[in-house]
């Protein structure tokens, strides 16, 4: 069975940083690209981060660019998420996904598209 675990996430306080993990089960994710996602309360899912398959390419959202850092370990199947300068607006469910890394960037589900059960990350002032 094809399978996303998320961890890591949490309460921390403003300004504070978080490592989430994503671990890929069931099959070789080697040459998939993986994201991550978040989804507040009330709010529409959005995009975070992707890398592309080797770790070479990574895209950001605007509003995470340069405070959180993607990262991956083809060895371990896990993908990571590293938040630093966290701000309440990072409050969010946190999902990762595995599918293209064009759809992923374009958060466009492909049909292949695989996603986590995902880890709430709060943030307080």
């Known amino acids: 069975q094809v399978q996303l675990v998320e961890s890591g996430g949490g309460l921390v306080q403003a300004g504070g940083s978080l490592r989430l993990s994503c671990v890929a089960s069931g099959r070789t994710f080697t040459y998939d690209a993986m994201g991550w996602f978040r989804q507040a309360p009330g709010k529409e899912r959005e995009f975070v981060a992707a890398?592309?398959?080797?770790?070479?390419?990574?895209y950001y959202a605007d509003s995470v660019k340069g405070r959180f850092t993607i990262s991956r370990d083809n060895a371990k199947s896990t993908v990571y998420l590293l938040m630093n300068s966290l701000k309440p607006e990072d409050t969010a469910v946190y999902y990762c996904?595995?599918?293209?890394?064009?759809?992923?960037?374009?958060?466009?589900?492909?049909?292949?598209?695989?996603w986590g059960q995902g880890t709430q990350v709060t943030v307080s002032s």
């Open positions: 890398t592309s398959w080797t770790g070479s390419s990574t």
């Open positions: 996904a595995v599918d293209s890394f064009a759809l992923l960037i374009m958060d466009s589900d492909g049909p292949n598209r695989i």
